[in-house]
């Protein structure tokens, strides 16, 4: 039924006229989940990416690692003055190869620089304890630089200093559980 102007009832289909085109189908809906998944992904390997850098990926069958904390360096610092004192040449030895102590097949001039730490620390002081770890400076979680105070009692030729308090550096590393003491380089002493 047409309208008064010759036009279909509202509800009513438009009949076809060889003058109107034919009616074109309207387009399919856009899927939108296909994008929102894909950047969900993308967010989420982001966030993976960024939180693996800051934190550091780790090993599960690493072993557990020392805490490299002031408390710690001051009982490693002392440990390796004790080695120095004594002449134990293993244990100064482990520590300045840093790590690479049990990689090496021949130790003898490991041994030997060891050997001459030990007797160039003997001959300046018979005994040195760490009376503080005055600053730290990391430079990865896993090593750093520390800045110690130590009393020294010097040998029993040379007692001018006995007593004094001398600040020396020690590099820092955490190996296999353990805190070793790479390098050990005393402060100068008095004014020039």
Same mark, same amino acid.
Do not use: W
């Given at each position: ?47 993976? +990416? ?8 780790? =090993?599960?069958? #690493? ?9 710690? #360096? ?13 002449? =134990? ?71 001018? =200093? ?6 020396? +550096? ?5 190996? =296999? ?16």
């Amino acid at each position: 039924m047409a309208g008064p102007y010759g036009s279909p009832e509202p509800g009513q289909p438009v009949p076809y006229s060889p003058a109107l085109p034919p009616p074109l189908p309207y387009p399919p809906a856009r899927r939108r989940a296909p994008l929102i998944a894909a950047i969900a992904i993308g967010v989420a390997t982001a966030i993976a +990416v960024v939180t693996a850098v800051v934190f550091g990926v780790r =090993d599960d069958d #690493a072993a557990p690692t020392a805490a490299l904390t002031p408390t710690a #360096a001051q009982h490693a610092i002392q440990n390796y003055l004790d080695a120095l004192s004594d002449g =134990d040449i293993q244990t100064i030895s482990r520590n300045t190869l840093c790590g690479l102590y049990d990689g090496v097949k021949d130790r003898r001039t490991d041994d030997a620089l060891a050997r001459l730490s030990s007797e160039t620390f003997r001959k300046q002081f018979s005994h040195a304890e760490v009376t503080s770890v005055d600053t730290m400076v990391f430079t990865s979680t896993t090593s750093a630089q520390a800045l110690f105070t130590m009393r020294v009692a010097p040998t029993a030729g040379n007692r001018t =200093d006995d007593g004094a308090e001398r600040q020396a +550096v020690a590099q820092l590393l955490v190996h =296999d559980g353990q805190l070793l003491v790479c390098s050990y380089v005393q402060r100068t002493a008095g004014t020039f």
